[in-house]
Nanobody, 118 residues
Framework: EVQLVESGGGLVQPGGSLRLSCVASGFAFSGSSMSWVRQAPGKGLERVSAIDSGGGRTYYADSVKGRFTISRDNAKNTLYLQLNSLKTEDTAMYYC???????????RGQGTQVTVSA
């Protein structure tokens, strides 16, 4: 059974930082591309970032480019997302998903809430 467990979210002031983690199990994580997606209240799902199995290819949405960094540790079956220079518009539930081109139908974890507010 595929399991994805996100953590690391929280309440942070604008300009602050957070590091999200996603621990994967039930599939060959080291051979799988992964994504981070987010959903803000009342808005659709947004693909934020993605990384291939070896970490050599990455993707960032224009809205987070230069502020977020995706990485992975295949020895720990863990995906990360470093969030820097956070803005109020980054407030959303963040999910990891097992696919480079994760969309609404891609299985994902339960999510971790990121709230950016003064």
């Amino acid at each position: 059974e595929v399991q994805l467990v996100e953590s690391g979210g929280g309440l942070v002031q604008p300009g602050g930082s957070l590091r999200l983690s996603c621990v994967a199990s039930g599939f060959a994580f080291s051979g799988s591309s992964m994504s981070w997606v987010r959903q803000a209240p009342g808005k659709g799902l947004e693909r934020v970032s993605a990384i291939d199995s070896g970490g050599g290819r990455t993707y960032y949405a224009d809205s987070v480019k230069g502020r977020f960094t995706i990485s992975r540790d295949n020895a720990k079956n863990t995906l990360y997302l470093q969030l820097n220079s956070l803005k109020t518009e980054d407030t959303a539930m963040y999910y990891c998903a097992r696919d480079y081109y994760a969309g609404a139908n891609t299985p994902r974890g339960q999510g971790t809430q990121v709230t950016v507010s003064a």
